[in-house]
């Protein structure tokens, strides 16, 4: 069951299988996977005598169908089934499959909490990420018998969860793991559960969903299942390892999520990755409307705290001794490439740096080698929006609002549906505005502020802006640049122009606007940090 692959062919045809024995058993699907897990559970550890009959009530289906199947296989099938058979039944509810890499990266997390912690997985489902964590403890099966705690509101999931744990990491004969993890696990909302439940430490994929807002929580703003789930892990364990969205480090209705958790965790690393060219959660979301195979959502991966630091050994000791292992730290947003996706997981701690506030309170994803710099142009008393006009001048700027790989600002008009059209106050500030917005900065500052999809005008109007001189020269070479690097996208049928400068001229601009301060950039736009 160690397999970390996950195929949808194969998925697929057990799908097909299971749907057929319901329907000619004129039963549930839920009766029929019980069925399936008890033969799967059965036959790989027939030392447990009739153990996994008593949770799941159910006798083995012949033929043991999920015997091939790796943990995330086994959620893909238990997902696929439900869509398939009773669509009503399952509706997309924001949760996403967690591929087996991105669950041991976040388990691999566990080998630096206090050993005999007591563990919870607030919403196990199959049991994917419990299944990693006992994996990368080296107790697992004192974990399992003693100290793992499981809650879902799926009590099928729930009791799939257990047996295929404990068929996995339970002793030799200990069939009393079996009944232990199942008398400790709960079928409920956790939000409703939690302080009642007794454990140190949580690793979790919250549902991501929005909900009405209830105002017992600081984070009511948000209107957000994942952030209400944070919030009670804050009030009930002394940390946790989460795979959120990473909308979190920047949306202003997060702002009070962002607060709760450096107010309870004294401790605290964010890996933050992008969703191209290649995404976390790859695979399918069953029952779910969107048309899409993949999910693409932003991700992070969130590891806290609440007192003692993490530990300098294992997969920390590499790590810069520059950077301080007391506080958050945060790394930029991650891009790789499939090819490279193992390298991703391997060195994602060698990007982590101090965590730094933004202008609103955002969580700044900076990457270390741009961070001294960071540093310096905070603290400048000057902003774009200082140089802006509210109202129509004659000094316009056009810059495209959805940027990927760069960005530009043009002295000419996009023929384009989604831009900025930004007047300035002065002829010198509008000269001084086109140096800068066609630098590498205000692509750097999106990248570390936001880096979503658009670039807000909230992002723009906060970029800090550098006393340099105005340089005509430059200012002609972009204006010529302007007409011979035109490049246009055809989205959703319409041509989108844009203009993107030759790196040699961004360079050029870099060097006369910060010095001899300015770092290599090369990373800030690379598609790939880890090749």
């Not at 996706?341 to 391997?346: C, D, G, I, T, Y």
């Amino acid at each position: 069951m160690a397999r970390s692959s996950f195929k949808p062919s194969r998925v697929s045809r057990i799908v097909s299988l299971l749907a057929v024995n319901a329907a000619e058993e004129e039963t549930s699907a839920a009766e029929i996977w019980l069925r399936a897990v008890t033969s799967l559970c059965e036959a790989k550890r027939p030392d447990l005598g009739g153990a996994f009959r008593a949770v799941t009530g159910s006798t083995p289906l012949p033929g043991n169908p999920l015997e091939l199947l790796g943990i995330a296989e086994i959620g893909m099938v238990y997902e696929a089934l439900l869509a398939t058979t009773d669509p009503t039944s399952r509706r997309s509810n924001g949760q996403y499959f967690t591929p087996d890499d991105a669950a041991t990266f976040m388990a691999s997390q566990a080998r630096n909490f206090p050993r005999a912690s007591r563990w919870l997985d607030p919403c196990c489902g199959v049991g994917n990420l419990a299944w990693h964590l006992c994996a990368a403890v080296p107790d697992s099966d004192s974990l399992l018998h003693e100290r793992l705690t499981l809650v879902d509101k799926d009590q099928t999931a729930l009791t799939t969860a257990v047996c295929v744990l404990a068929a996995e990491f339970s002793a030799a004969g200990d069939s009393a793991a079996v009944t232990a993890l199942w008398q400790r696990s709960r079928v409920g909302n956790f939000l409703d559960l939690a302080h009642e439940l007794d454990v140190d430490f949580a690793i979790v994929n919250p549902p991501y969903a929005k909900c009405d807002k209830d105002l017992s929580f600081r984070t009511y703003k948000s209107a957000d299942s994942y952030a209400y789930f944070l919030e009670r892990l804050s009030e009930n364990t002394d940390g946790f390892i989460a795979i959120t969205p990473g909308s979190f480090l920047t949306a202003r209705k997060y702002s009070a999520l962002r607060i709760l958790l450096r107010e309870t965790y004294g401790h605290g690393e964010v890996f933050v990755f992008d969703n191209v060219p290649d995404t976390i959660f790859r695979g399918f979301k069953f029952g779910s409307t969107n048309t899409s195979n993949t999910n693409f959502v932003r991700a992070t991966v969130t590891v806290t705290q609440k007192s003692a630091p993490f530990a300098s050994g294992s997969n920390r000791a590499s790590r810069a001794s520059s950077i301080s292992r007391v506080g958050w730290l945060i790394t930029p947003i991650l891009r790789w490439k499939s090819t490279h996706r193992s390298e991703l997981f391997a060195r994602a701690s060698s990007l982590l740096t101090p965590l730094r506030l933004g202008p609103g309170g955002e969580w700044m994803k900076v990457m270390p080698e741009t961070a001294s710099l960071y540093d310096a142009l905070v603290a400048l008393p000057t902003t774009l929006a200082d140089l802006r006009s509210r109202h129509p001048t004659p000094f316009k700027l056009e810059i495209a609002s959805t940027p990927r790989y760069f960005t530009s600002a043009t002295m000419r008009g996009l023929e384009r549906a989604s831009k900025h059209v930004i007047y300035f106050k002065d002829e010198q500030s509008y000269l001084r505005a086109y140096l800068l917005l066609n630098s590498s900065l205000l692509y750097w500052w999106w990248r570390c502020m936001d880096g979503g999809i658009t670039l807000t005008v909230a992002t723009f109007k906060a970029l800090p802006v550098p006393e340099f001189p105005i340089d005509a020269g430059l200012v002609r070479s972009l204006q010529k640049s302007e007409n011979e690097n035109l490049v246009t996208k055809l989205n959703a049928g319409k041509v989108n122009e844009n203009v993107k400068h030759p790196s040699d001229l961004v360079k050029r601009l870099d060097a006369h606007i910060l010095g001899g301060d300015a770092p290599d950039f090369s990373r800030v736009f690379s598609p790939n940090l880890f090749a």
